[in-house]
């Protein structure tokens, strides 16, 4: 009792050897290669880095890459909700299959998504088709962009929301039935701010996942400067003309973002754990 | 689950699930049934022609081989990783859980172009790498590289918190009753961990064999030489050879389905293990 | 094997769990570390196994230095609070686990391990579970596999850390009458943690309290309830009123119709509890102390209190101390 906040496995071998491998092996495959891009941005001095980050193509892509990660977060956080729902709360025939189907675009190889999803939304498609008549065109449109990064982002959403509904108390919701609550002023009173946290997390997953993707998105998008270019795809582009310093300059925009959004999650996190603790 | 009474009305739940299931059918499932069915569009020998050709059993090769070496590599780490993490306390341990996440938060072609910036020709190490005739970028060593940086939290991840719900009292039960080291990681901790490792092996083998836009950036796609298996499909899709392109996306397809039914395995039988507990503890 | 803990400290930050303990634990017997939680009875039985390291002081087994020596070479046996028990394995492996991982050279051969097994199975009295997992046991069995687990390796000494904690009243009281008659039969020093003084008093030779990692009194289990040297002891082991003067144990207050004694005030019962072999009063002084008073059944029936009647209360026995403080 008197000692297990405080408890120090020293009787346990290994420390020394696992810690050290851990380290050593974290340095050379992770921080070394992640430090180059650092150091190779900051030899380019700040004028060069500012013109390459605000040239037009540049901003252009990051507004594209932005804008359609946060149109596909928006969707995923929308569908997430119901499916996490329904598959934490009731009982279906092929529950189960849903359940694993969900985790598809974890599973699937991104290349394998990226044409499945451009021949199945292009012009003869088997969706591109009906949609093409009704004058909406997908393939090679920022449209398409945002329909494939919703495959990519919608687990995160997803497993994110239902731990948290599963373990979300009864008590609570019987409480304020018993108080006289209707249930839809059970769930959007009670149940969905229990939620937030969880929910804004599943969100910002989603999108971080959403900003850096390539695979999946650089067959549907289209690729033309200006308008459907992603991101990721010009940091290619910069790299094939050895353009080395123009391809860092954006890498470095692309992964700062990502680490604010990472930081972001963990303050998240930490809220929700603070919030199911209370 | 725990036991709930309340519930929405029928009509509602009715409503809900059938939303779900359409949109998991529109978004997830018809581009899976796309994948096989274009793949057998020209038949069942177009189909075996286009997975036999010399390029696709070379990339398959290639596919094989990088997650032969991969998934080992990160195994090794994740145990070494949660074993010190979990059974330890030592100062800058949460900053040390962060860093083995921090390549989940790169984008994979930033991820394959930190190797063009280290070995590539411009590249820090480049010079130095031409002088003695090493080929990394554009061969088979960068496309191993890109491959354990993007998989590497993978099992580090899913055995940490499964050794830490595990706690150390079965390690130390061991130890006072003479186990060695060894003897108490083979006998005592492994067995315990044995599904969450399966789990992040898994995860790992399917990211490093589906690993698309780090080895892109780092492969230079020289066909027979450096194309693994989705760059492949890549190039056929480029090259409209759309049937032969989704023949060989079916075989990464087939293995994301082997994958998701190993992860539910692994769901199910943990998952009935806790019940299990669960239901012990209340009797 | 007689085990002395010679000026051990410890700390954890800037908290001093064990705060310079010397004590002996004489050969063959059944001492408990009774105290609080955070009264560092826990950290004092894991340096005595080798599981935790001192920063300061020595513990001696047999005369014989043995503070560096690592736990595996001990010959200690350890129960843990939860147990601990390997959960992939049967209840069977389980107990033969410290003489399978032996050194080639000293492990048994399988039919002494199987007869060896079987052997302690009998004695904790689960012969017939010894396919079951442990999932599969109640939590008594457990308790007794564990127990069997460590015996199996012949230690010289037995550790047990809070060993009915977490089990429940009647399986609690059933297992430590068990426990004090398995003593009694292999006579195996053996120290256990506790933080109910029931149980230490009931099944221990000697108890030692421990108070903010410091030991408060050691002595047989009637000295240290009887002649308790210091207020903490004495109101850790049992109810206790505090009067003017000292303080004073419940079933030691007379309670009478007149003032018969020079110490003592008249009180008004405001609650009596019946039920059970000793009657429980409740009274209220003139200072407006709450008094509590035990009684046996035969005497509450020739008084025949009333609730709302004024009786004069007065100790037979009066304890005080240095600085004392409730």
Redesign the interface.
Known sequence: ???VV?K?H??LPGFGLTVGYTLLYLSLIVLLPLSTLAFKSSSLGFDAFWTTVSSARVVASYKLTFGASLAAATINAFFGLIVAWVLARYTFPGRRLVDAIVDLPFALPTAVAGIALTTLYSENGWLGAPLARMGVKVAFTPLGITLALTFIGLPFVVRTLQPVIDELDPELEEAAASLGASRAQTLFRVVLPALLPAWLTGFALAFARCLGEYGSVVFIAGNMPMRTEITPLLIITKLEQYDYPGATAIAVVMLVASFVLLLGINLLQSWSGRRLAA | MKRRVLTEPKPVRVALILVSLAFLAVSLVLPLALVFVEAFSKGAAAYAAAIREPMALSALRLTLLTAAIAVPANLVFGLAASWAIAKFDFWGKNALITLIDLPFAVSPVISGMIFILLFGRLGTFGPFLQGHDIKIVFAIPGIVLATVFVTFPFVARELIPVMQASGS??E?????????GW?LFW??TL??VKWGLLYGVILCNARAMGEFGAVSVVSGHIRGKTNTLPLHVEILYNEYQFQAAFAAASLLAFLALVTLLAKSFIEWQTGRRAS??SV?NE? | MSIEARNVTKR??S?V?VDDVSLVFPGGELTALLGP???????LL?II?????ADAGQVLFEGEDATGR???QRG???V???Y??????TVFDNIA??LR??PRARRPGAPEIRAKVMDLLKLVQLDWLANRYP??L?GGQRQRVALA??L??EPKLLLLD?PFGSLDAKVRLELRRWLRRLHDEIKLTSVFVT?DQEEALEVSDRVVVMNKGHVEQVGSPQEVFDQPKTSFVMNFLGQVNAVKGGYVRPHEFELARSADAPEGSWAEVRHIHMAGAVVKLELVDEAKNVLLVEMSRDRADALAPRVGERLFAWPRRLRSFEAATV
């Open positions: 009792m008197s000692s405080l120090r020293s009787v | 009292e079965e130390e039960a061991a130890r006072v009753l003479g186990a060695s003897q006998r005592v067995p315990n299990a507990g012990e009797a | 954890f930050g908290f769990a939680s955070g009264s560092g009875k826990t950290s894991r196994a080798g599981l935790e390291r690592d736990v595996r200690v046996g350890f843990f609070q939860h601990a028990l390997f959960r992939h394995m686990f410290g991982v032996r999932s599969e109640s687990r460590a199996a390796v809070e933080h």
